[in-house]
């Protein structure tokens, strides 16, 4: 598949023709603050935007959609499923937000599938902008998951900022339909423009403020569940749910029914493992009574339950979770020393 | 003289201590490899060696201070416990968090805790509302010049290339990483106050109006540039209708996180409603009611009692201006009951008493 040069003239003529047929999602000024939202003309798009403080994956996973409506109908009762097929495309997803969907579908689509995710996913297009310059609090390279994307990570097409163009690599057959549709906008990329794109890659990974080595970290956290290190690090934590509800590949969710009269409906929302009374049971036990066990909680499903069951870590080095810490807790300082208590103890 | 900013690409190796400062100005290293954190060498020595005393005279079983965070723009709270943890504990212009809100969970503990004049006003408003004992609290207090906004530094400078922060009066620098260049660092100039939080440039109360003891000679209150209540006149100046829209665009931001909330020293109820699920009172989805009635109900209870930390609007992940609703409490407060809560001891809040000169309830709803 041909590479594109689009130039940012263009790109305006790029995005009506995107919304021909789908509902364009892109990064836009919601009081102050850059935010992925549909979009109603091109020149919304506020393109000198970093990592959007909330992910795009909202549009797949939102924090509440009603799943069912229900009516009681005499003896039986009627129901109404939601299932969202509207075509949506995200455009300027980060590296790091799509391949944090590529781990939510293990979630929804294992061993069995959630009809209302896999609808969302299917009928969304990932068109995703390269990372140039890394945040403050990245470090995506540490798995992988950015700042650079190949093919295999799921986007349709990869664009890179190039200056005065926007390179477009294509990944997949629905990139290269969007590609054929728009062919007249473009010029075909050289061997020259592919040089730099890998320039900037190795300059953006070689930018990136933060790294975490997770060699030997499950092994190592294995020894240290009963560990102090857990009180004491968990002790300046605030029990919030920021840094969970940021995270874009946190998917803990709650149901629950709201109901009126004889009517009602059946709503999923987020939930966080942070908050008190996440584990609460009926009769009253919770199982992670204090900070302590949520966070730690938190931290062994990541870290080491995810990469003994899947074999990656449920994280993709966004940094969100620390921009969001109303502590500057920071999940690399908390996981390198969590992995140092342990060479101690040896 | 202030340079303007440019954006500059982070380094990742890069050597300390490159001022002629650095022999005076302990430099510690941090997480971030390359950076460094400027700590203010006198107070964070003076705080370390009343800290040690306290935990082996058995004073306190915990000190809460502040620690080098995961960059030069960040502390982080500490909790020391023993004597040799008392190393990591700093004073720098980062030292933001009020950390009065850990009292909620440790209040039958003997606790140390280090404590700005803004922070003393928690501690005062709890003691009033007896969510503390007095004698359960060493109070470290610390005379504040000021602490920078994390948020207005990154406007000015790539967060991800500074590499170090110092002061030197009025003045800040920074030190940020040149792109191509591994051997010299530039360093930006910046007025402080136009670093600093927007409560520290309106600063009434710099001093700890309650502490058992000071680290540092108190300071004067800094000169105001502006009106305290700006942002909440103009707003007031706006039809109800601008304001119900301006509101909602805010809180239709809002995540639920509870970040505002649970950072806030006054909202100490044991269990909270938000929480609550057996009965769930109210949705945890950013249903734009319950958001609305979220933010509202704890904006009511808060008269009288907010002391202004705004811990509530920096914490928001979301950039939503809590920080207007408190103020305008605060400035109806004040000009309703004469009062500014965190002030004195031995005067009653204004919720909790009745005098016959209050303010009629049509003057209330007006």
Known sequence: MQDTLIHKGRIAEFIH??????????????????????IESPEEVEW?????????????????????????????????YNIDNVNRTILGIRPCDVSSLRMLDEVFKGKYEDPYYLSRRNHTTLIAMMCLEPGGSCFCSSFGTGPGLDAEAGADLLLVDLGEAFYVQVFTERGQTIMERVASMGTPATSADREQVEVLAVQAASNMPRTLDLEGLPEAMGQLFESAYWDKI???????????YLCPVCYCFDVFDTCSQAQGERVRCWDACTFKSFALLSGGHNPRPSIKESYRQKMYHKFKFAIERHGYALCVGCGRCLEACPVDMDIVQVLSGAKSQVVEVV | MTHTATQVRGLVEVVDEHHPEAERVPVLTRARSGTSIMVDTEKTERIRERVRGLLSEGRVEYFIGYEAGSDPLHVSPSFVQQTDEVEHLVWNLMSINNLVTYLKRYRKQRMGLLVKGCDSRSVIELLKLHQVKRENVYLLGVPCTGILDPKKVAARCNPAAILAIREDHDLVFIEVGVEGRTDEPQVLEFEKHDLLFDKCRSCDYPNPLVYDELVGDPVPVRARVGGKFEDVEHLEQSSIEERLSFWQEQFNKCIRCYACKNVCPMCFCAECLWEKRDPQWVTKYPNPNDTFTFHMIRAYHMVGRCTGCMECERVCPVDIPLGTIFKKIEKDCLELFDYQPGLELDVVPPLSTFDEGDQSQEDLLR
């Open chain 1, 234 to 244: 968990s002790r300046k934590c605030l029990a919030c749910g920021a840094c969970t």
């Open chain 1, 48 to 80: 000198g935007y970093g990592n959007t403080t909330v992910s795009p994956t909202e549009f797949i996973l939102p924090h509440s959609e009603s799943l069912f409506q229900f009516e009681q109908r005499g003896t039986d009762f009627n129901l109404t």
């Open chain 1, 17 to 38: 023709e995107l919304m021909q047929d789908s509902q364009v999602i892109a990064p836009v000024s919601v009081g102050g603050q850059a935010r992925f939202k549909p």
